[in-house]
């Protein structure tokens, strides 16, 4: 089955920049998403179509894909933006969530 | 504005069924563009697809491998509202539940439920 592989935590300093990588076997093929998760709540979509954010999401989130690597960058990171972050793909008609990385913010 | 209300216990039996509902406002169950998913959160098992229903002229379901031996997603035209029966349930399946709404992503999400296998 597909796998998709984060980095468990990344720390930033305020105004920082943080980037999170999201590995895949030829993940560039496919397309990336990117959700954020606070404690307690649901997670929010921020990234979609590997570079695309929904309405409402802070133009300090990016994202790319190519090869067997998506990353998401948050730029300027304010402490709001600590949490999970998870990526996602799809595979054979099934959904593939990565294991997740938490941001914290020092 | 889409929004997705859970409803369901908190608390199942092992070897029972865990059964859920998602109810949908702003959008519509029978929509020729959506897809209704189910998608569990537990420590040892991270964030899971488990499966969907959609209607394309007529209603059409995918699970995930790991439990479609187990599992059960239909729609409620009448209550515009999506469940989730999973059947066999062990500790295992401890975990929060979400239902949400997407074709190959996941713009919307219920509230989660956390629900506990146990005797």
């Known amino acids: 089955s597909y796998e998709l592989t984060q980095p468990p935590s990344v720390s930033v300093s305020p105004g920082q920049t943080a980037s999170i990588t999201c590995s895949g076997d030829?993940?560039?093929?496919?397309?990336a998403y990117w959700y954020q998760q606070k404690p307690g709540q649901s997670p929010v979509l921020v990234i979609y179509?590997?570079?695309k954010r929904p309405s409402g999401i802070p133009e300090r989130f990016s994202g790319s894909n190519s090869g067997n690597t998506a990353t998401l960058t948050i730029s300027g990171t304010q402490a709001v933006d600590e949490g999970d972050y998870f990526c996602?793909?799809?595979?054979?008609?099934?959904?593939?969530f990565g294991t997740g990385t938490k941001v914290t913010v020092l | 504005q889409v929004q997705l209300q859970q409803s369901g216990p908190g608390l199942v039996k092992p070897s029972q069924t865990l059964s859920l509902t998602c109810g949908i406002s702003?959008?519509?169950?029978?929509?020729?563009?959506?897809?209704w998913n189910w998608i569990r959160q537990s420590p040892s098992r991270g964030l899971e697809w488990l499966g969907r229903?959609?209607?394309?002229?007529?209603?059409?379901?995918d699970y995930a491998v790991s439990v479609k031996s187990r599992i059960t997603i239909n729609p409620d035209t009448s209550k515009n509202q999506f469940s989730l029966q999973l059947n066999s349930v062990t500790p295992e399946d401890t975990a929060v539940y979400y239902c949400?709404?997407?074709?190959?992503?996941?713009?919307?999400w219920g509230q989660g439920t956390l629900v506990t296998v146990s005797s």
């Open positions: 949400t709404r997407g074709q190959y992503y996941f713009d919307y």
């Open positions: 702003g959008d519509s169950v029978s929509s020729h563009s959506a897809a």
């Open positions: 229903t959609y209607y394309r002229s007529k209603w059409n379901s």
């Open positions: 030829k993940l560039g093929i496919r397309y």
């Open positions: 179509q590997n570079n």
């Open positions: 996602q793909t799809s595979d054979s008609s099934a959904y593939v």
